[in-house]
């Protein structure tokens, strides 16, 4: 059964930069594509971005100046790294996987609470 | 781009259908046939419940159907039950590789 678990600091100061990583166990790497997302009360689901296994990456037009998606493909791992948070980066981050070219998520992490403060 | 629309709740009662609506533009759910809808209980992952449009995922009950009409998509569930009760989201292919979610509408079973 496949499972995604992820992991990274939990609390932020502003300014710092976020950084989480999702292991992927069990299944195929190379045929999805693998996917940050984030939750707030006010926005709900914020789509983050992607990566494949070779490394080609979308983004959030929103986040593109501040976020870089990186993958090691060894360690069927993928990681999200949010440079210059402010408080409303304060999230609940969630790790999944996708399909390829149809952009729905079949598989999701627990989700990780991100809180930025002072 | 902006969230795409939802209402913020809806409720019914056990046996009874509802349905949540999902506004984006002729840019997103208008031009893709890439429509997938999650059920979220808090404190648990999110649950893929429909995917382009109106698919179902191996193990979702055939009681959650999903459709679109020119640029609204719609999540029905029929039979309402009261494990039906969480937070729904729906979410579109947007163009250019990138993604759009709703705003989230919570389902309250009376």
């Known amino acids: 059964q496949v499972q995604l678990q992820q992991w990274g600091a939990g609390l932020l100061k502003p300014s710092e930069a976020l950084s989480l990583t999702c292991a992927v166990y069990g299944g195929s790497f190379s045929d999805y594509s693998w996917t940050w997302i984030r939750q707030t009360p006010e926005k709900g689901l914020e789509w983050i971005g992607e990566i494949n296994h070779s490394g080609s990456t979308n983004y959030n037009p929103s986040l593109k100046s501040r976020v870089a998606i990186s993958v090691d493909t060894s360690k069927n791992q993928f990681s999200l790294r949010l440079r210059s948070v402010t408080a409303a980066d304060t999230a609940v981050y969630y790790c999944a996987r996708g399909q390829r070219g149809y952009y729905y998520l079949d598989l999701w992490g627990r989700g990780a609470l991100v809180t930025v403060s002072s | 781009q902006s969230a795409l629309t939802q209402p913020a709740s809806v409720s019914g009662s056990p046996g009874q259908s509802i349905t949540i609506s999902c506004t984006g533009t002729?840019?997103?759910?208008?031009?893709?046939?890439?429509v997938s809808w999650y059920q979220h209980h808090p404190g648990k992952a999110p649950k893929l419940m429909i995917f382009e449009v109106s698919k179902w995922p191996s193990g979702v009950s055939n009681r959650f159907s999903g459709s679109k009409s020119g640029n609204t998509a719609s999540l029905t569930i029929s039979g309402l039950q009261a494990e039906d009760e969480a937070d729904y989201y729906c979410?579109?292919?947007?163009?250019?590789?990138?993604?759009?979610f709703g705003g989230g509408t919570k389902v309250t079973v009376l």
């Open positions: 002729s840019s997103d759910v208008g031009s893709y046939n890439l």
């Open positions: 979410c579109s292919y947007a163009g250019s590789s990138t993604v759009l």
